[in-house]
């Protein structure tokens, strides 16, 4: 089992770029989550798929950041335009719905300057 | 809205010495979970409770469900440098959802 797999691991870009950020889950696991790591905030929850339909998205920070899970193995997480306030690591896990064990990834340090 | 906090914030110990932190909130659980997260990668699993009075341990790491179920400790035993990381509490999300809320973390330093 590969675990979660999130590309890039680093990405470097400049204000007013896109940003998309990708995911693959475990096999097998029918929920996915995005989550925002900062020092200040730590980690948020940014939205949530069961079955590849969103679920909850409150966590999103405002429009121009949008999820996708069009298929049960792949899910994108876009930002555009990007701004330096988006600067963090995006953690994606994945969870077979039992027991709430998610298995994380291991995050996209994203850098907007 | 449900908020963990983690006390201490940082810990700095020297090789050998046992290690506790703990967990609080205004809110009742009926799971608690501690992550730790090494540095440049995902938090991982370490332990999970699912009843009140819980004992469970993992290795040198045992975790507790206190009694109020507003509350988790962890301990660690005779820690190594290989338990540096930031150790995370977290808990289910009211709803029924899946949604875990997360603590801030307590940052373990260990001095060989």
């Known amino acids: 089992d590969a675990g979660v797999i999130q590309s890039p691991r680093h990405e470097v870009t400049e204000m007013g770029q896109e940003v998309t950020l990708r995911c693959k889950p475990i096999?097998?696991?029918?929920?996915l989550f995005w989550y925002r790591q900062t020092m200040m905030r730590g980690l948020e929850l940014l939205i949530y798929?069961?079955?590849?339909?969103?679920?909850?998205d409150s966590g999103m920070p405002e429009d121009r950041f949008s999820a996708k899970m069009p298929n049960a193995s792949f899910s994108t997480l876009k930002i555009q335009p990007s701004e330096p306030r988006d600067s963090a690591v995006y953690f994606c896990?994945?969870?077979?719905?039992?027991?709430?064990?998610?298995?994380f990834g291991s995050g996209t340090r994203l850098t907007v300057v | 809205g449900q908020q963990l906090n983690q006390s201490p914030q940082s810990m700095f110990i020297q090789e050998g010495e046992d290690v506790s932190m703990n967990c609080t909130s205004s809110s009742i659980f009926n799971t608690w979970l501690w992550y730790k997260q090494d540095p440049g990668e995902g938090p991982v699993l370490l332990i999970a409770?699912?009843?009140?009075?819980e004992l469970t341990s993992n290795g040198r790491l045992t975790a507790q469900f206190g009694i109020t179920r507003k509350d988790s400790f962890l301990n660690i035993s005779a820690s190594i440098p290989s338990d540096v990381g930031i150790y995370f509490c977290a808990a289910p999300a009211q709803g029924g959802s899946e949604k875990l809320v997360f603590g801030k973390g307590t940052k373990l330093t260990v001095n060989p």
């Open positions: 409770l699912y009843k009140a009075g």
């Open positions: 896990a994945s969870s077979s719905g039992t027991h709430y064990g998610y298995t």
């Open positions: 096999s097998g696991h029918n929920s």
């Open positions: 798929f069961n079955n590849n339909v969103p679920i909850d």
